[in-house]
């Protein structure tokens, strides 16, 4: 069973920054593609961010040019970086892998909470 981790949420003024982290445990990290998710209130849970396991990245268009994903495979960790924050990115946020929810990736973390404000 895969266990996740998420860290780094809090909150921050428009246009500040964050940076995300999310352990892995419970299974070979290197070899998935992994992502980063959202789900504001009211939402449904959304992609934003994902990283393949030779490092190819994609994002979502809300965040393209702000949100940088990296991934340590040494550490079995993957980061975003979230520049240019504003109050659409308040959300909580979580990881697992891309595609979500498959196979040992069936479950999701506690996530952690971003909130955008003044």
């Known amino acids: 069973q895969v266990q996740l981790v998420e860290s780094g949420g809090g909150l921050v003024q428009p246009g500040g920054s964050l940076r995300l982290s999310c352990v892995v445990s419970g299974t070979i990290f290197s070899l998935y593609a992994m992502g980063w998710y959202r789900q504001a209130p009211g939402k449904q849970r959304e992609l934003v961010a994902g990283i393949t396991s030779g490092g190819s990245t994609n994002y979502a268009d809300s965040v393209k040019g702000r949100f940088t994903v990296s991934r340590d495979n040494a550490k079995n960790t993957v980061y975003l970086q979230m520049n240019s924050l504003n109050a659409e990115d308040t959300a909580v946020y979580y990881c697992?892998?891309?595609?979500?929810?498959?196979?040992?990736?069936?479950?999701w973390g506690q996530g952690t909470q971003v909130t955008v404000s003044s």
């Open positions: 697992n892998a891309d595609p979500p929810g498959l196979g040992p990736w069936d479950s």
